[in-house]
């Protein structure tokens, strides 16, 4: 039983339905009747108003949005350890044409205001050296925490009065969601977040995130991100494919129902082995310490997942799971002899 | 009934059929059992060693080609009308990082060997000057025109004598193919083209369009296009839903089935009307002379298409089409007063 | 004697002056003294407040400008034998991140607005094509003509009525005003251009050209500028040297003495040859039909230019010439048989 | 007396009459008398095969190597405190088209070759990871230590063995190679050094840096190299009066007698204040402990330096110094009570 990642999934039967609901004659691009529901099926969900854009990948959601808030001489301040650094070979380098990843330290890769304020007070306000133009977070983290409203809230605030964008990848954002358990405007436009990037693959989707743009610049920067887009090869002629995905989420409460599921399973684990955590579980990963023998151990009962390092291992859940998928996992981890 | 594009068709069933085949766990990325298959499928439909990579969508495809061909600082010779041109927003420009796009003149969309030469003739070999680095041609033509194998051998000859690459842009090859009849080997490698964007989504797919790379440099441009494909967000977490579709369309003759059923429709069409056509039909898309007064005739009568500019109009046939489907629109073309 | 560039030409000795004069010790990059002055200097000079910046070359001065008027997937207007099209070697698509030169033909190499408008007026205003962002005009042109206030004016009316950037190459700045006598401000801002690559290093210069912005955004141009400036690295460290040469040319007359100087030995050698002219001479530059027998004639006599094509020559003269130090290649001119 | 930057000094005399001795016609751009003898001179200076360059700063010979070295997907392994990190307003990130900065700590701003290996162990060799393309050590270093050969070619060695380029910044070579005596040629090639950028306007000159190729890839890299220096706007149409500059410094050896003679000004200071120092003096700048009274002391005494953060102080030394010259300051220093 693979927990290698949510990627491995199948996508949820009813997104698949969605998909072949879909399957008939229509405009293209992004010209279709489905399409042309995204902004009201996200301002209803959001309580706003939002402007809404199908883009096919997370890495092609996060790097238009930094492109929308950084220009080529700027930088984004992020986690070290976030997804935008280390596994999208440079993506946001490609799309904002060279801005500069400024990278910091904090645990569960979560970003800390101070450690943010304390970067932004080191840059010379001269030519010579790269002005900080946004924040990028990540939530869930890449470690799976979840920001609370207030954490955001500080760095939204630190944006707001250094003219930075504020950028967040929630890739595994309904996981996040899900765990706290606030409304979606708290943790994102409320507290100061302007573009994001709104995960449905790793969630039960087939292709296609959403890219959410907030607040009074939302019509500009959408603007803009629809000639990354185009530019970027990501406008597909059969766009109502991916739009018909987006709406099955969030047009009802999938996309919160999926996430539940794998939360569920997620805590189920994590009870198992308390001991071993090396992150609070606050969503639908784990990453446990885990010596090889062990690993090898629960290898060879089916269960697969990757190695994180020497002696810990990264366990990921997903929506098809609930506690009772599983327990077998569970039983197992807790019959390891350490 | 539509004509404006084949884009807006349907998926054809086997290509449905295919997608829910793959709709079980399996690794991410290209890491799965369908994308393993695609250099084996597209080998055996060249009758060589072909590298072929899934891509999203034609402007991805040819701009992945385009960089691993030429350099920032050097020049694609390309028609006017070409789609690189025209309807990519600059796409070339911005996976080639600022290359140019050196565009000539032709019938039909067509480049001729003649006008390559002269071209690159006025280039001065000083640094001043942008070298070319490659030729795009579009295969079938953006006016629906088909390159024969010598057509193709002629500039690709040219490309070898300059050391330059040579790229087709196939969004609608197997109508190319399907019209003239000749092994899809000899209108690509064996003439010279070094990458294909075989194109899927007009022909029946959802989305998703083979990248193919020829000869001896296949390799080392297979592993930079995998870097481009990464770096501009194309590499989807669950591509075994795009390779699935491809190997639909070839590892049968179902890319050949379905391109000949919309060139006979295009053909049935052609037949209706001799005089008005303004290039010759060798694919699916026919470009006929009419007036506005004729196209509210035929749009009142439920026919919809795209004006091309004053006095013209553009109609393309697709693959659920056959000459009986656009009989009715053949007959309402031949009762035009004109 | 040479009449292939006006770069081969030395340094005139009051910008040589000037430069020993800026031999003390200041500040670094552009914190000096000399820096301090350009606007002031422009301002005086264009009878309006200008921003004024030092590029160290032409190239660098036109890609600056276009990459603040232009996006990564915006449009610049020019002609197709522009200096920035085909000498530079593509230099405006790496400073705009690969924006589209959407080239024009023209007379003598000058931008009609009928042509302008036209191609304006084939842009579909859709995601899909590239819009126009910016107009670059060259003045003097590459065939040595120049703009009346009127004609730029013309340009200038379209660019604002389309929201365009209006940019001009004045490599041969001074040639063309000193030709046609207007103030320089007519034929610039008044006339609606925003930025000027005002030159210096053909017109007895040693290297170093200005950058002039105009108008209601100069400041926030210059702003953006001056990172474009120094991430190419053309912030020199000891910038006092090339603004001293800059204002030496402006703080008096001299760049239009030197002008005159020049465009009068081109009046003189255009005097000797009128049934050869190819373009009228309204700088220092003259383009003759001139057979390979009779190139090789003057030549012989000991006159270095360059061909232009078959049957025709380029010849340019420069601030160190009058019309007295061209008679014996006036002379020989008209001795030539044909 | 100023000791904030040796770009403050004036240009030395031999260097003002080598630019005067080139005040003559010549061919434009790099066709010139001066520019010819640019390899000859380097190689005899190098004992070995060397394509030089003359470029207009160091921050577009920085650049312009590191664009030779990695491609837009690549990394780049530098220290965190390197120029090219902190002062160049992102311009690798421009000529690269946004490769990455790997940046890592050292003391004294110097690369170890432990933390490099171990770097280079954490990057996984998938198309999600940036690999490592290139090394870039600055020679001397931003704290002015010097990098022995052994030094170099431990890191030298690590990069042949991964594939890597390596470069290094000599914005202060002179100093670098004057302080331990070494022959350049080992503490660059011999040690694995594939492009130098060998500093001159700090050394006295006016503008203009030598962009050094070495080894079997060296004329491969050189003509690329040529390409970005032109569509950057660095092939200056009077080249040579930047070459004479660096001819002037190293046909003879007014380069090491320049930097000899900031060297010992730099000891004479050092002496002064052995406890104050915060790095080793090894080349032409020392960091000092100085509180804010004790700095505002020295100012009132009419010397000029940066703080450099809270309690400390930066002072520059140059060719125009020697022992002598700098007597007065290390008196002062001597003489503070602290």
């Excluded at 044409?97 to 970003?111: E, F």
């Excluded at 101070?114 to 050296?129: N, T």
Aim: aromatic content about 8%; hydrophobic content about 50%.
């Amino acid at each position: 039983m693979h927990y290698f990642s949510d990627n491995a999934t199948p996508v949820c039967p009813a997104v698949m339905a969605a998909i072949q609901a879909a399957d008939v004659a229509d405009h293209g691009y992004d010209g279709d009747a489905w399409s042309a529901r995204l902004d009201s099926a996200f301002s209803a969900l959001f309580d706003a108003p939002v402007r809404a854009m199908w883009v096919a990948s997370g890495t092609a959601a996060n790097s238009i949005a930094l492109a929308c808030l950084c220009p080529p001489y700027g930088g984004i301040i992020c986690h070290e350890e976030a997804h935008v650094v280390v596994d999208e070979c440079g993506a946001p380098g490609f799309f904002t044409h060279g801005a500069s990843l400024m990278t910091l330290p904090g645990d569960g890769a979560k970003l800390s205001p101070d450690s943010v304020a304390e970067r932004l007070k080191a840059i010379r306000p001269d030519v010579h050296q790269v002005p900080a133009s946004a924040i990028s977070i990540t939530n869930a983290t890449e470690y799976g925490l979840s920001y609370t409203p207030d954490e955001v809230a500080a760095l939204g605030d630190l944006a707001r009065a250094h003219g930075l964008g504020l950028h967040m990848d929630g890739a595994r954002f309904a996981n996040a969601v899900a765990y706290h358990g606030f409304h979606p405007a708290d943790v994102t436009w409320r507290a100061g977040v302007d573009i994001l990037s709104f995960g449905c693959v790793k969630n039960g989707g087939m292709m296609g995130e959403a890219l959410l743009f907030f607040g009074a610049q939302a019509d500009a920067r959408f603007a803009e991100a629809a000639r990354w887009r185009k530019r970027s090869g990501h406008l597909f002629s059969k766009g109502r494919y991916l739009a018909a995905q987006l709406l099955a989420m969030v047009e009802g409460d999938l996309w919160l129902a999926n996430a539940r599921a794998a939360n569920a399973a997620a805590q189920a684990l994590a009870g198992a082995v308390p001991d071993r955590l090396m992150h609070p579980v606050q969503a639908n990963e784990l990453f446990i310490r885990l010596s090889a023998v062990e690993a090898a151990a629960l290898r060879a009962q089916g269960f697969d997942f990757y190695d994180w390092g020497d002696g810990a291992a990264r366990l990921v859940t997903n929506w098809s799971h609930d506690a009772a998928a599983v327990a077998p996992l569970a039983m197992a981890l807790r019959s390891l002899p350490g």
